[in-house]
């Protein structure tokens, strides 16, 4: 746990430190916009639970607002506050279980961008802070486990997000962009001290969005 703390600690200050090197822009720009799109979800257990692993993951929406501000040359803050549906699909002969975790999810990203004016290609990279408001068992379980049945134990979650697109941009119609995004839980769902069952629970989602967004003159 320790370890994974210190990774977001160290990327905060790579963030920083790589936006502070930049040259600033003479006009920033500022951008507000929603998004939406598709995830794939599992969750990571250890010990593994039969049924749970890839290629059984749990489809669902997922979407928020978003928040911009290009003030250097490649290299730009971008906040978020999302709405995704995370959990896991358990699938063997006798047993046919889902489980939705609903999260109200904000990321702080690195945006970094290269390309001309009007299109151009992104890379985002940065810590995520999360809280699962719902919780919803559906299906048939498998009566030999008990542990990953029981309510979550641990609703606040942080992690990383990683992400790749591409948009395209226009003073008339606004900004349109496509992310393909990953990401990764370092806190577990369920209790994982030694005494616990699980050595970790942690989530892992992949999404492909859409956004739109309206850029603001600032003078």
């Given at each position: 746990?320790?370890y994974?703390?210190?990774?977001?600690?160290?990327?905060?200050?790579?963030?920083?430190?790589?936006?502070?090197?930049?040259?600033?822009?003479?006009?920033?720009?500022?951008?507000?916009?929603?998004?939406?799109?598709?995830?794939?979800?599992?969750?990571?257990?250890?010990?593994?639970?039969?049924?749970?692993?890839?290629?059984?993951v749990?489809?669902?929406?997922?979407?928020?607002?978003?928040?911009?501000?290009?003030?250097?040359?490649?290299?730009?803050?971008?906040?978020?506050?999302?709405y995704?549906?995370?959990?896991?699909?358990?699938?063997?002969?006798?047993?046919?279980?889902?489980?939705?975790?609903?999260?109200?999810?904000?990321?702080?990203?690195?945006?970094?961008?290269?390309?001309?004016?009007?299109?151009?290609?992104?890379?985002?990279?940065?810590?995520?802070?999360?809280?699962?408001?719902r919780?919803?068992?559906?299906?048939t379980?498998?009566?030999?486990?008990?542990?990953?049945?029981?309510?979550?134990?641990?609703?606040?979650?942080?992690?990383?997000?990683?992400?790749?697109?591409?948009?395209?941009?226009?003073?008339?119609?606004?900004?349109?962009?496509l992310?393909?995004?990953?990401?990764?839980s370092f806190?577990?769902?369920?209790?994982?001290?030694?005494?616990?069952?699980?050595?970790?629970?942690?989530?892992?989602?992949?999404?492909?969005?859409?956004?739109?967004?309206?850029?603001?003159?600032v003078?």
């Amino acid at each position: 746990m320790r370890y994974n703390h210190l990774i977001l600690i160290l990327l905060l200050i790579i963030v920083s430190c790589t936006i502070a090197a930049q040259p600033r822009l003479r006009t920033p720009e500022i951008h507000v916009g929603a998004q939406a799109g598709v995830m794939a979800s599992t969750v990571i257990f250890k010990p593994t639970i039969q049924g749970a692993e890839f290629p059984n993951v749990l489809l669902s929406p997922s979407g928020g607002l978003v928040f911009r501000y290009i003030g250097h040359k490649v290299c730009a803050i971008q906040v978020e506050a999302n709405y995704m549906q995370r959990g896991w699909i358990e699938k063997t002969d006798n047993v046919n279980y889902t489980r939705q975790l609903d999260y109200i999810e904000i990321p702080l990203l690195m945006h970094l961008y290269f390309g001309k004016r009007s299109i151009r290609g992104f890379f985002n990279l940065g810590p995520q802070i999360g809280y699962c408001f719902r919780d919803i068992a559906i299906g048939t379980s498998n009566p030999q486990y008990k542990h990953q049945y029981s309510d979550i134990q641990k609703p606040f979650d942080w992690g990383l997000a990683g992400g790749l697109g591409i948009y395209y941009q226009s003073y008339k119609i606004g900004l349109f962009q496509l992310e393909a995004r990953c990401n990764y839980s370092f806190g577990s769902i369920f209790n994982n001290q030694k005494t616990d069952h699980f050595d970790f629970a942690n989530s892992l989602n992949v999404s492909l969005n859409l956004a739109y967004m309206w850029q603001f003159k600032v003078k």
